[in-house]
């Protein structure tokens, strides 16, 4: 596919999986809804080199969007955000002069899009890494084969799951399944989706375990894998590109501090 020529695609997983860990950590460390954006502007752009820009914009919308809307009214305005100190606007409702506050709307401003930042960069190591890679990362990363095995067949039911609700609910509605009801008879007809889908997937666990069984899963030998990992040159490029980024960041803290831009105080709780 054309998709898996990206140099994302190409990049080895490791150096996805580090970006992630790294980028997250920078985006907890420095408390400025500025330079999180930029991470997160960084990640989306990255979306778009390797093609699942989509899968990536949409969580985000779906979670940093409302969690800005529902948090920045409530910590910008008085109405019990203890660090709330500086005004920089003032509001007039219903003849109420209400006071907006650079620390509650930074806070409101700033969580949503460290968490962005975190689920973005988690999106574009999963999307962008095939399975085999996956594993193959894991091994090198030394983590015992149960885990490996355990992450391996998740990804792998996810998909099956999906296919066998599909087959279940259409199977239910040509019984006769009704959907135009309420909301107390549409729990009802989860359950009879429910005790199919459960009875079925215990049956596929069974019958995988039998077969793991008989291939030596449990057999005291040194495990293995077919596909070979190695750093190529778009794994150097990443790494340099990141070493410089982490100086400049270390530069920008060490003589502006963690809000270069926006210049707040931290808040502990």
């Known amino acids: 596919m054309l998709a ?19 980028v997250s950590l920078l985006a907890y460390i420095f408390y400025d809804y500025i330079l999180t954006l930029v991470f997160l502007v960084v990640n989306v752009t990255l979306a778009f080199i390797g093609r699942v820009a989509r899968q990536v ?53 700033t969580w949503p899009l460290r968490i962005g930042v975190t689920i973005s960069a988690a999106l574009l190591f999963y999307l962008t890494t095939q399975q085999t890679a996956l594993i193959a990362m894991l091994f090198r990363f030394r983590v015992p084969f149960k885990f490996i095995y355990m992450v391996a067949a998740t990804l792998q039911f996810i998909p099956l799951m999906a296919d066998e609700v599909r ?81 400049f960041l270390a530069y920008i803290y060490a003589t502006k501090g963690y809000s270069p831009f926006v210049h707040l105080k931290y808040l502990i709780g």
């Open 167 to 247: 087959s279940i609910y259409q199977a239910q509605l040509a019984r006769g399944l009704r959907t135009d009801v309420n909301l107390v008879k549409k729990l009802s007809n989860f359950v009879r989706l429910l005790v199919p889908l459960t009875l079925s997937s215990l049956g596929k666990v069974q019958t995988r375990a039998i077969a793991l069984e008989s291939r030596g899963f449990s057999a005291p030998v040194a495990k293995t894998v077919m596909y070979d990992i190695r750093f190529k040159t778009v794994d150097y490029v990443f790494f340099g590109c990141m070493a410089a980024a982490t100086v």
């Open 4 to 22: 898996d020529r990206t140099p994302l695609h190409l990049a080895d997983g490791r150096t996805k999986f580090i970006y992630f860990i790294w």
């Open 57 to 109: 914009i949409l969580p985000l919308i779906l979670v940093v969007l409302p969690w800005m809307g529902f948090a920045i009214p409530i910590l910008s305005l008085p109405l019990g955000f203890p660090w709330n100190q500086t005004v920089v606007y003032r509001l007039t409702i219903f003849g109420l002069d209400l006071p907006v506050y650079l620390e509650g709307l930074a806070w409101g401003f």
